[in-house]
């Protein structure tokens, strides 16, 4: 089966973002008198929105809802993004027009609907996208398939016949059960584990390496590499 679609991770793909969430996370904790730690965060990373809201909120001790604390956090997340401090990856910009040009993309994030919005609007990305999927939107976040499902079905196509981006181990994962070819592209600061990796078709080392192989394997180059 041809790879004819791209799907793209957002934060640690695209963006440079995913500090920004642990540093929401830490603040809404630390104002319920609540240490937010890495184990904290590797737990939630994946997670679609009202995921991660119901376990900050059980955390931390809150006695807000989940649904008032997504949109603390949101909020801090949207602040931070018109602020600037959510740049484009080296090369991400690029590598989403150049391979757009040629084939449908589109977005499965874990990120809110809110955020990916505003993040595609800052970077003037909007129009280079077929579809955007939250994972807000569909049954269950990362690792689960249905984000990367659901955005595969709105570009017409099955999950074998699309290509993937993703940084962490969970997006791997879930990129991975739905069947699409994987390009990892290890975030560093939240590398993902052995096993996870073991799941992607290539690694790459940054942005212009993963727009080199997502073109190579588009033009066949890597067919019979991926037993395709």
């Not at 184990?39 to 994946?46: F, I, K, N, R």
Request: proline share 5%.
């Amino acid at each position: 089966m041809a790879l004819a679609a791209v799907v793209f991770d957002l934060d640690g793909v695209l963006v440079d973002s995913e500090h920004l969430w642990e540093e929401n996370w830490v603040a809404y904790a630390a104002r319920h008198r609540t240490e937010w730690t890495a184990e904290d965060t590797a737990s939630v990373q994946g997670m679609s929105a009202p995921e991660w809201a119901a376990y900050l909120a059980k955390r931390s001790g809150t006695p807000e809802s989940a649904v008032e604390v997504e949109r603390a956090v949101v909020d801090g997340m949207i602040a931070a993004i018109e602020a600037g401090e959510a740049p484009l990856l080296p090369g991400a910009g690029e590598m989403v027009r150049e391979v757009s040009a040629k084939v449908p993309v589109a977005l499965a994030s874990s990120a809110a609907r809110r955020v990916i919005d505003a993040v595609l609007e800052k970077h003037r990305l909007t129009g280079e996208f077929t579809a955007t999927v939250s994972s807000a939107e569909v049954a269950r976040g990362k690792p689960s398939p249905d984000v990367y499902l659901e955005a595969a079905a709105r570009l017409g196509r099955s999950g074998e016949e699309c290509l993937g981006v993703e940084d962490s181990s969970n997006g791997i994962r879930a990129a991975a059960a739905a069947g699409l070819t994987v390009i990892a592209l290890p975030n560093p600061v939240y590398p993902p584990k052995p096993d996870a990796l073991e799941l992607a078709a290539a690694v790459a080392e940054n942005n212009d390496d993963v727009r080199r192989k997502l073109l190579a394997y588009l033009s066949g180059e890597f067919a019979e590499a991926s037993g395709r």
